[in-house]
Each structure stands twice: as C-alpha cells, then as structure tokens.
T-cell receptor, first 111, second 112 residues
C-alpha cells in the first residue's frame, strides 16, 4: 500500500515536448510538494501546496505548472521540455511541520 | 554558497564500524533538523529529526545538533552493508511552509 505514488517512474522524451507527472498520496496529509534532484543528488524544492492552495513557488521556469485537483493529488506539467530539465522529480507530502514522505521519484530524460 | 553544506563522500567503512556524517548550515533561523536516507533509485526516507541542540538516539542512529556552531551530525553504530546509501541532511523553518533545505548528500558504502 504505497503512501506517496508517482507515475510514470521513467520518462524519456524529446526536447520541445510537453509532459505530465502525476502524484497521489493516501496518507490524508494537507501539504504536498514537488522536489527536483539533479545529477549530483542535490534535492531542491520547486512547489508546495496546502489544501490545494499554492504556498511555495521557488524560482522555477514558467514552463513548469503544478496543479492540485484535490488535497490528495498534485500533478506537474512541463511545457517545451529542455535538456536541462533532465533530473529525478520527487513528490512528497506532510501533515506535521517536519516529517515529509517522499514518492519513489520520476526519472525524466530529455533527449 | 549553499545554505546547507555536506561532504559528498563517498565514505567507505568496514562492517561494524561507526559511520560519522556531518553538515553545516548558514541560516541561524533554521529550527528543525533531519536526516534522510536514500537508497539508489528510491525516494528519501526520514531517519531522524530533532529541533534542539544536543543528542537524539534511535537504535543504532544518533543525531547531534550544535546550533551555536550551526553543525549537525549523524552517527551510525555497528554499521551494516544494508546501511550503504546516500544520507541527506535537511533543515526547515516552521514559518516557511515546511520547505526542506537539503545538503548535497553523502554516499556511504559499508563493506562486508
């Protein structure tokens, strides 16, 4: 019974394409996040939603647009993909101020 | 300069040894401190968290925070090959929407 699940796990696509990554959590948490992990393993927050409301929007290109249809789901849509977008994208959720539960990641490769 | 600095390693130790991991941070406003473990091709999983200076123990793991020096540590006693992973320190400010700021991770290899 996966707590935070992302689909797809792997995504290979060409430059210029538009793609989406989906995330669902069954923990009943109010807050969901998108993090990006680069090739050097550096993990950095992109967005945070609390009860479907955007509360954190780090310096991320406009090509990235999160959408939260309800508090259990947070999707990430990326337009006009670039080579530099290749990374592992992690969805996470939390209820308390500290413990964030992460999904297994989506490995995006732009060719 | 990154807000949280962490030696990338790799750190290679024999089975049974003590693993010592460290991070330094620059923002004195950070209130909570965490250690996550990440196995290859998996998501990070929380190991330890603390909000005060001092030590916190959980089984073979001890987290240590020194707010005056802005220094956080994780010690793993009696290390096992299954402890081989990347360890990430993270901090957060309660008022910042639980935004976690991570170190770059230290890769640990425990050899049998």
């Amino acid at each position: 019974d996966t707590a935070v699940s992302q689909t797809p796990k792997y995504l290979v696509t060409q430059m210029g394409n538009d793609k989406s990554i989906k995330c669902e959590q069954n923990l009943g948490h109010d807050t969901m996040y998108w993090y990006k992990q680069d090739s050097k393993k550096f993990l950095k927050i992109m967005f945070s939603y609390n009860n479907k409301e955007l509360i954190i929007n780090e310096t991320v290109p406009n090509r990235f647009s999160p959408k939260s249809p309800d508090k259990a789901h947070l999707n990430l849509h990326i337009n006009s993909l670039e080579l530099g977008d290749s990374a592992v994208y992690f969805c996470a959720s939390s209820q308390t101020d500290t413990e964030a539960f992460f999904g297994q990641g989506t490995r995006l490769t732009v060719v | 300069q990154k807000e949280v600095e962490q030696d990338p390693g790799p750190l290679s130790v024999p089975e049974g040894a003590i693993v010592s991991l460290n991070c330094t941070y620059s923002n004195s406003a950070f209130q909570y401190f965490m250690w996550y473990r990440q196995y290859s091709r998996k998501g990070p999983e929380l190991l330890m968290y603390t909000y005060s200076s001092g030590n916190k123990e959980d089984g073979r793991f001890t987290a240590q925070v020194d707010k005056s020096s802005k220094y956080i540590s994780l010690f793993i006693r009696d290390s096992q090959p299954s402890d081989s992973a990347t360890y990430l320190c993270a901090t957060t400010i309660k008022a910042a929407g639980n935004k976690l700021t991570f170190g770059g991770g230290t890769r640990v290899l425990v050899k049998p």
